[in-house]
């Protein structure tokens, strides 16, 4: 069991960056899997990064492979997603989810966040 926040979305121009964090309520929150998506209106949500239960492996879509880090500090249960060179693509209701005891992959997460919104524009 465990609840998500997400924040730090906003207004930014294209080339620009901002940092993503998602906030845990669960102490245990080192056994959870966690993943970052991304869903624009008429889209289906996408995956975008996933990182290991301790930090020490993750997944990127090729999309942001070169732009974006996917981060945790389980010490204050935060998983965090940096973006770099935001294209207006990018432009999304960014969600994060985490899995329990699960693995760092593309699907199959059982905890979603509200999510927030990033708007990147030219």
């Known amino acids: 069991q465990v609840q998500l926040v997400e924040s730090g979305g906003g207004l930014v121009q294209a080339g620009n960056s901002l940092r993503l964090s998602c906030s845990a309520s669960?102490?245990?929150?080192?056994?959870?899997?966690v993943g970052w998506f991304r869903q624009t209106p008429g889209k289906e949500r996408e995956f975008v990064a996933a990182?290991?239960?301790?930090?020490?492996?993750?997944r990127y879509a090729d999309s942001v492979k070169t732009r974006f880090t996917i981060s945790r500090d389980n010490a204050v249960n935060t998983a965090y997603l940096e973006m770099h060179d935001l294209k207006p693509e990018d432009t999304a209701v960014y969600y994060c989810?985490?899995?329990?005891?699960?693995?760092?992959?593309?699907?199959?997460?059982?905890?979603w966040g509200q999510g927030t919104q990033v708007t990147v524009s030219t």
């Open positions: 990182i290991s239960w301790s930090g020490g492996m993750t």
């Open positions: 669960e102490h245990t929150f080192n056994t959870y899997a």
């Open positions: 989810a985490a899995k329990y005891r699960g693995s760092y992959y593309e699907t199959a997460y059982d905890y």
